[in-house]
C-alpha cells in the first residue's frame, strides 16, 4: 500500500514517470465509495468565491451532498499536492496549472467548469508609468503556469521587452515566482517593481498606497478565465451523480454571488462569519463590489482601455469555452516557462480542450437553471477569443 507521505512526494516533485498509476489508484479508491464526503480546498483570494459561497449558502447541501469545512491552504504548492493525494476532492486551480497537471505530470484530473473570470491584475510602483518602464526591473509572479505569466509576456513582447530569470538588462524584465501573500511587502519595500496576481492583493496594496493598477488582465484577455474548477477523473467517471450535484451547486453559488457582491464581500473577510480568508472587507469590497468613481478612475489611468466590454474586476459565469482552452495551450506554447517543458510544445490545441475538460455537468446544470441569458452564454455555446495589448 502506498503511503500517504510517498503520495505527497509524489505529488510535489510531479514526478510523471511511473507516477499515474499511484496516483490513479488513490483516486479510485477515493471514488469507490459512492457516498464519499466533499472535501474542498481552497486558497484564501477571490478566486475561490464560488466554492466558499456554495458552502456558506448551504448548496451543496441542499444537492444531496455530504460536505466537510473547506480546508485553507497557504501556497499553490500546497493545494495541488492536497488534491492529487486525495486529502481534498474539489479545488479551483489556474487554467494553464491544470494544462500542466495534465500534460507535463500526466495527473487524472478534469476540468468541470471555470470558477470565475478576470479577478486580477498587473500592480506597479508608483512612479511605473508604462510596461516599458519595466524594463530592468524585476516582476513577481504566482506561478510560472499561471495565466498572470501568459498576459504578463504577451504585454512585455509588445512593449519589445524580454524576459529572463538573470539580472535584466535595460531590455529585459526579470521575472521571479513569489508567494501572492508576500507581494504587497516585496513590493512596499521596493525589492520589485510590481507583480501579476489574483485579487485581492492588487486592491491591498492600492489601499495601502504602495502601488498601482497598471493593467487589468481582463482588459488584455477579454473575460478571460482564472481559475477553473477540477475534480479527480475518477469521481467524473464512477461518480457522475455526485459530480452533476456539484456542477449544480457550482452553478446556483455563481448565480448567487452576481446578485448579492456586497454580502459575498462580507463573506469573505475577515470579519465574516465564516472566516474564509485573512483580508479586511475594505480589501475585499474594493474587488467583489467597488465604488462607481473607481471605473472613471481606471479609464483615464489607462488600467483600463475598453470600457465598452463593461467588465466587473472580478466575474462570475461558469461555461468552459473550448476556444479559451485552445487558445491558452498556443500562448503557453510562446511563454517562457522555467524548467523542463518540452511536452508543451506537442500538445495539440484542440484536442487539449477536448480531453482536459469536461462540460456535460455544468452545461446540464445551466440548462436545468435556465441561467443561459443570465451568464450571457450564446445560443450555441462558441465564442471567439480577443486578446490585445
Not at 22 to 28: M, P
Not at 298 to 319: L, M
Not at 322 to 345: C, D, R
Amino acid at each position: 500500500m502506498v503511503s500517504r507521505r510517498d503520495l505527497l512526494k509524489l505529488a510535489s516533485l510531479f514526478t510523471a514517470a511511473g507516477s499515474l498509476p499511484l496516483l490513479q489508484a488513490c483516486q479510485q479508491r477515493q471514488a469507490s465509495q459512492p457516498n464519499a464526503p466533499l472535501r474542498i480546498g481552497y486558497l484564501p483570494i477571490t478566486d475561490a468565491t464560488p466554492l466558499l459561497v456554495a458552502h456558506s449558502q448551504g448548496l451543496f447541501q441542499a444537492e444531496g451532498l455530504e460536505v466537510e469545512a473547506p480546508v485553507l491552504f497557504r501556497s499553490w504548492a500546497q493545494l495541488v499536492e492536497a488534491f492529487i493525494s486525495g486529502q481534498v476532492n474539489l479545488v479551483h486551480l489556474l487554467t494553464p496549472m491544470t494544462v500542466w497537471a495534465r500534460y507535463g505530470s500526466e495527473s487524472p484530473l478534469k476540468v468541470l467548469m471555470w470558477n470565475h473570470m478576470a479577478g486580477s491584475a498587473l500592480t506597479v510602483l508608483p512612479g511605473v508609468n508604462s510596461v516599458a518602464d519595466l524594463g530592468g526591473q524585476t516582476v513577481a509572479i504566482p506561478f510560472w503556469y499561471s495565466i498572470h505569466n501568459v498576459v504578463l509576456q504577451h504585454l512585455l513582447r509588445d512593449a519589445g521587452l524580454e524576459v529572463t530569470e538573470q539580472d535584466p538588462g535595460p531590455k529585459q524584465v526579470k521575472l521571479i515566482v513569489m508567494a501572492p501573500s508576500d507581494m504587497v511587502a516585496a513590493l512596499a519595500a521596493k525589492s520589485i517593481a510590481g507583480f501579476i496576481v489574483a485579487e485581492p492583493f492588487n486592491a491591498a496594496a492600492e489601499l495601502q498606497g504602495v502601488g498601482k493598477v497598471l493593467r487589468f488582465t481582463g482588459d488584455v484577455w477579454r473575460d478571460h478565465a482564472c481559475c477553473v474548477t477540477v475534480a479527480h477523473a475518477a469521481d467524473v467517471e464512477q461518480r457522475p451523480e455526485w459530480t452533476q450535484k456539484v456542477a449544480n451547486a457550482m452553478v446556483k453559488a455563481q448565480l448567487w454571488t452576481r446578485e448579492h457582491r456586497p454580502e459575498v464581500a462580507q463573506l469573505l473577510s475577515a470579519d465574516g462569519a465564516g472566516k474564509y480568508t485573512p483580508h479586511p472587507l475594505a480589501t475585499v469590497q474594493k474587488v467583489l463590489a467597488p465604488d462607481a468613481a473607481d471605473l472613471q478612475q481606471y479609464v483615464q489611468s489607462g488600467a483600463i482601455r475598453h470600457p465598452d466590454w463593461k467588465q466587473n474586476r472580478i466575474d462570475f459565469q461558469p461555461y468552459p469555452f473550448p476556444s479559451y482552452t485552445s487558445e491558452l495551450v498556443k500562448m503557453l506554447q510562446q511563454t517562457h516557462i522555467a524548467g523542463e517543458h518540452n511536452w508543451l510544445a506537442k500538445l495539440d490545441p484542440q484536442q487539449v480542450a477536448q480531453e482536459l475538460v469536461d462540460e456535460r455537468f455544468v452545461r446540464q446544470a445551466i440548462e436545468s437553471t435556465q441561467s443561459q441569458q443570465l451568464f450571457g452564454l450564446p445560443a450555441d455555446y462558441r465564442r471567439t477569443e480577443t486578446i490585445v495589448a
